[in-house]
């Protein structure tokens, strides 16, 4: 969970700490010694064997710079394939996200189990609105015959003592997709046709087995080479990286990571606003009943492979990490963009072939982090003459990072270019109630409408890779929209660029 130091959120950060120090400082044969440096000693702490923990690092350290997990069934180092890796320029081979297969607990998939608080009662409720005759008695205690039973939850239901309770395996449970099965071994197993990158089982696996690939090492070698890397931050970075991060510091901070120059990924939402609300405008609901937000990418990928339908009514505005990393390679043509985020599916989105020139490296939140600790960059001891703000984004724009945030930017800005205009709004947060939306839109339900859909429950502030609790960051949000020169996209001094941006190829 976000927000809530584990042993699963240190060793990540010491894995991506390790990564960006390995990449900094060039010496790379040390990556074997990673393991033994994050889990030290001879005793293990976390699992069964200090073998097995240090092998997992291991795993983990290779995903994060970009590698393939390795298989178990032959002898292999840490370091193979490093060269490969070791380069500037290199996007993401698939998968995304992956699972350390060692690291899986084989948790329980959906079930219902009776615990010891069942009280033997006579009235055996549980029994009686059993549709499959699943539930015995034995030893004076209501017992489950898994076999029978077709998981209800009726049985839960009836009992007065909540003695019965539902068990799921936590990533299954997270995935809207349904992505997530079990192999031979009953370990999680992910269906790659389904997935759409959002991380969510990522986030909620409490044994830490599931890992996405990282691009820090590529970064750095881009950074070292003398690449002029431009870092463009989405908004809700706010508060991941403490109480002295402001937005004033972090520009210094980040140019003494070696990046060139900083700008607000909210520049790029103000246009992407701009853009949605023109299309809307001219689409719905003359040409088509209804519109889709784009800004999301697992949202949008998740509607095009379950409503092929609906394709078409997703909106065609570029995301606000391509506008503002278009809006950077238009001012130098000679720079590369790194988009630094919360979110894991904008990794798989930066490495469309569409978006490539426009994107060359996409970090989390939590990848930054390691940066930072690796150079040792602490907030508070950057001084008052080198913080540079970060205010070219409009209130709309940075109020793209939570849910209902895009809709309201979109509402705005029509009601600007058009005020006697009605926009009905409906927005889903969390794939599985995107899915119900756009079943009650097929339904036509939801004629005349602007939906907007967010993978993460919360929005953005919940992505994969953030830090601190979702609560927490939608409240830096609030205060750092209202804290803009300007609350409407309408006014971005960037909306000029808008048609240029569209067309460049």
């Excluded at 990564?19 to 990556?31: E, F, I, K, S, W």
């Excluded at 959002?198 to 044994?207: A, D």
């Excluded at 072939?353 to 982090?369: A, G, K, M």
């Excluded at 947060?429 to 907007?452: S, T």
């Amino acid at each position: 969970m976000r927000g809530i130091p584990s042993s699963i959120t240190s060793i990540r950060k010491q894995v991506f700490t390790e990564v960006a120090r390995l990449a900094y400082d060039g010496d790379y044969q040390r990556m074997e010694e990673i393991p033994y440096t994050i889990i030290p000693g001879e005793e293990a702490k976390y699992r069964e064997s200090i073998f097995l923990e240090r092998a997992i690092v291991g795993e983990r350290v290779r995903v994060a710079m970009g590698l393939p997990l390795q298989p178990v069934d032959h002898p292999s180092r840490i370091t193979e394939g490093l060269s490969e890796s070791a380069i500037a320029d290199k996007y993401y081979d698939p998968p995304l996200i992956n699972i350390i297969n060692y690291a899986c607990h084989a948790c329980p998939t959906k079930q219902y189990r009776i615990t010891e608080y069942c009280q033997g009662c006579l009235a055996r409720s549980c029994q009686q609105v059993c549709p499959k005759d699943a539930i015995r008695y034995v030893n004076g205690k209501s017992y489950i015959k898994q076999d029978q039973c077709i998981k209800c939850g009726r049985c839960a239901e009836a009992c007065q003592y909540n003695a019965i309770i539902k068990l799921e395996r936590p990533c299954q449970k997270a995935c809207g997709m349904d992505a997530i099965g079990a192999d031979d071994h009953g370990r999680a197993k992910i269906d790659y046709d389904k997935c759409v990158s959002c991380g969510m089982c990522l986030v909620n696996c409490p044994f830490g087995a599931i890992v996405d690939k990282g691009q820090i090492f590529q970064l750095i070698h881009a950074i070292k080479r003398g690449d002029k890397v431009v870092a463009i931050v989405a908004p809700a970075f706010l508060g991941q990286f403490g109480p002295e991060a402001t937005p004033e510091r972090l520009t210094a901070a980040m140019k003494r990571l070696g990046f060139v120059g900083v700008a607000e990924v909210a520049v790029g939402a103000d246009l992407c606003t701009i853009e949605e609300a023109k299309d809307f405008m001219a689409e719905v609901p003359e040409k088509q009943p209804f519109m889709g937000t784009s800004c999301c990418p697992a949202w949008s990928v998740m509607a095009k492979k379950l409503f092929p339908q609906f394709k078409d009514y997703i909106s065609m505005a570029l995301t606000p990490m391509v506008l503002t990393a278009r809006l950077q390679k238009k001012k130098d043509p000679s720079c590369r963009v790194c988009f630094i985020g919360p979110c894991a599916a904008k990794k798989l989105e930066a490495s469309r072939r569409t978006i490539r020139s426009d994107v060359d490296f996409v970090l989390t939140f939590e990848e930054l982090q390691g940066m930072f600790e690796a150079r040792n960059v602490r907030f508070e001891d950057i001084p008052p003459e080198e913080e540079v703000p970060l205010n070219e984004g409009t209130g709309a724009g940075r109020g793209f990072a939570v849910s209902g945030g895009v809709a309201n930017a979109v509402v705005e800005a029509i009601k600007r270019i058009d005020p006697d205009r009605e926009v009905k709004v409906a927005y889903a947060e969390g794939l599985d109630n995107c899915k119900k939306m756009l079943m009650l839109a097929k339904a036509g339900k939801y004629n005349g409408y602007l939906l907007e859909g967010m993978a993460c429950p919360g929005g953005c502030v919940a992505g994969a890779g953030t830090i601190q609790p979702v609560a927490k960051s939608a409240a830096a949000i609030k205060r750092y929209s209202q804290q803009a020169d300007s609350l409407s996209a309408m006014d971005s001094r960037y909306e000029a660029d808008l048609e240029l941006l569209e067309e460049r190829e």
